[in-house]
Structure formats: structure tokens, C-alpha cells
């Protein structure tokens, strides 16, 4: 017997008004419980991908959530199935205090504020946030900010969460206290994330989005290989620890995927990589 995915995407087109093509033909689909990364670079669609999935944005072709086919009539019943958490979280969050925030949701339902409010309190419990209840969601750090954010979606009881570049602005215990709190929680998962480590603790597998396709699809480990995608950022890493290194790392992109590659081979020892300087040699 075949499982039925919560989220199935097929050859998915959408243009902006002005005329950019941000999606040619994506075919994707989420199980129950799964958690799948979107990788990509910046411009590669993966928001625009996303924002489709709760009716946000409607292009050519079809998506159907949790058996419900997204339109503009069916946009409100799809967004009680699906918490999207934006990248600026903090935009989500106006309430005088965290609390009322994330009640607030609920009381748009028409929800009674007592209830909407005591239900509010064990989302921000579920989200590791509970203290932060009475303060002003202006004096959360970036963390309590992204949680508080979270709370806001939990709240409403989602069947997926979909995360929209939840690192962003953390710091290492910030994400890494996210990656906790996001693998405990049991919900079908779509990530948008540059962080490789960040999903690999969390996906179960990867798409990897360019130019507004999906040019790839595995584990974490198979997409970097494949797209050099992590040793980039080693590669620039390196760069700036060795000044003769750095014109030849960024003399060309080809040049820069090949030291890439490079590193990421040795990569069960990296480090042989960061003794082995100048690496500006190993491009020539
Ligand atoms: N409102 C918009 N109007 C026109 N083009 C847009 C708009 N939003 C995004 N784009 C373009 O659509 C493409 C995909 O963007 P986006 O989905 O934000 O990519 P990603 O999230 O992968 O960085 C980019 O070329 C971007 O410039
Ligand atoms: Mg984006």
C-alpha cells in the first residue's frame, strides 16, 4: 500500500508581474513525518516555491496539501493545515506582549481570549519560551524571536511546518537549540536552509532548487557533492585565511568549484586541508 504524500506538487510554473520566471516546472512531494531541506542559491525560487504551498501565490499547474487542491477558494482551509514561518520572523510579531501574539491567531478564529490564551501559553511551553510570555516581543533576542515565531504556528495545531530560512541571524547555540526543538516536534517538515549542518540534523532528505527548477534530489551528503554546495563556503573560508590564496579562489567560478571539490574530498580529514597552505596551488 502506497502512502499518500501531505504535499504533492506537480509541474508547477509561476511568473512575477514582471515578467520573471520564478518556477519551470517543479514536481515535488512531502510524505507524513517527513523533513525535506530546500537547498539552492538566493534567486533560485525556493520562497516563491514555498509561498505557493499555503495559497499565497497560485501559478500554472497543481499542488494539493493534505488532499485538498490549493486555490483561491480552498487558500484559507490549506493554512490551517500548514504553519509557514517566514525568514523575518520578527515581522510576525506585533502583540503588545509574546503572549497576546501568539494568541492572536487563534482569537482571529473567533476563539474566546481565555481560551485562546491559555492555549497560547502551552504553544510558547512546546516552543521553549514559556518565560518569555509577558515581555514585548521587541525585546526577544533573534532566538526567543524565531521560537516565539514558532509558538505562533504551533498554536494553530499545523499538520506541516515549513520553515523559511530559520537560522538566519542566529547564533551557533541559537541554531542549535532550533535543531533540537525542531526535530522533537512531529509534524512533516519543509526547511528552507544554506546550512548544510543545520540539515543534516534535521532532513531526511534534500531538493536542491536552480533557477527556478529542482536540479536535484537525495541525502544531504549527495546533494553537496553533487552542487559543491558546502565547499564553497569552505573554499571562501579558506581564502580569507591566506591572502595569497585569495586572488586564484576568486579569479573564476570553475576554478573555485574545482578547489571545492577539491575539499570536500578530503573532507574525513579536513585537517590536511587547512595545513596545507598556500592552497592557491591546488588551482593551477
Ligand atoms: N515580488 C517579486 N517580483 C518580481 N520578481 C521576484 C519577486 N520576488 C522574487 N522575485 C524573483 O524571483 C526569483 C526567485 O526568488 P525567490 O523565490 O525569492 O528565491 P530564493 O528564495 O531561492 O532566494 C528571483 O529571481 C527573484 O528576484
Ligand atoms: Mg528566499
Redesign the pocket.
Known amino acids: 500500500m502506497s502512502i499518500e504524500p501531505v504535499i504533492e506538487v506537480r509541474d508547477l510554473w509561476f511568473r512575477?508581474?514582471?515578467g520573471?520566471e520564478?518556477?519551470r516546472g517543479i514536481n515535488f512531494h512531502l510524505l507524513p513525518g517527513e523533513t525535506v531541506a530546500?537547498l539552492?542559491?538566493?534567486?533560485?525560487?525556493?520562497?516563491?516555491?514555498i509561498?505557493h504551498l499555503n495559497g499565497l501565490l497560485q501559478g500554472k499547474g497543481s499542488v494539493t496539501v493534505c488532499g485538498i487542491p490549493v486555490n483561491a477558494g480552498t487558500a484559507q482551509q490549506v493554512r490551517r493545515k500548514i504553519g509557514l514561518v517566514f525568514q523575518d520572523s520578527e515581522s510576525q510579531l506585533f502583540m503588545p506582549t509574546v503572549l497576546e501574539d501568539v494568541a492572536f491567531g487563534l482569537m482571529n478564529l473567533g476563539i474566546s481570549s481565555a481560551e485562546a490564551l491559555h492555549r497560547a501559553a502551552h504553544a510558547l511551553e512546546l516552543a521553549g519560551i514559556a518565560e518569555a510570555a509577558n515581555k514585548a516581543p521587541y525585546h526577544l533576542s533573534a532566538g526567543e524571536k524565531r521560537r516565539a515565531s514558532i509558538a505562533g504556528i504551533l498554536v494553530m495545531d499545523p499538520e506541516i511546518l515549513i520553515l523559511?530560512?530559520p537560522t538566519t541571524s542566529l547564533d551557533p547555540p541559537g541554531q542549535r537549540s532550533l535543531a533540537e526543538l525542531l526535530a522533537g516536534l512531529p509534524q512533516a517538515k519543509i526547511i528552507?536552509t544554506h546550512d548544510v549542518e543545520f540539515a543534516r540534523e534535521l532532513a531526511d532528505r534534500a531538493v536542491f532548487?536552480h533557477r527556478?527548477a529542482i536540479s536535484g534530489e537525495g541525502s544531504i551528503d549527495d546533494l553537496v557533492i553533487r552542487f559543491g554546495w558546502r565547499a564553497l563556503r569552505l573554499a571562501c573560508l579558506q581564502c580569507s585565511m591566506t591572502r595569497s590564496a585569495r586572488p586564484a579562489c576568486h579569479g573564476s567560478r570553475e576554478s573555485s568549484l574545482r578547489f571545492s571539490s577539491f575539499l570536500f574530498r578530503i573532507r574525513p580529514a579536513p585537517s590536511a586541508a587547512w595545513s596545507g597552505l598556500p592552497m592557491n596551488c591546488l588551482l593551477a
Do not use: H, P, Q
Not at 539552492?40 to 516555491?49: D, H, I, L, P, V
Open positions: 512575477y508581474a514582471d520573471t520564478a518556477l530546500l539552492g542559491a538566493n534567486g533560485s525560487g525556493k520562497t516563491t516555491f509561498l523559511d530560512e528552507v532548487f527556478g
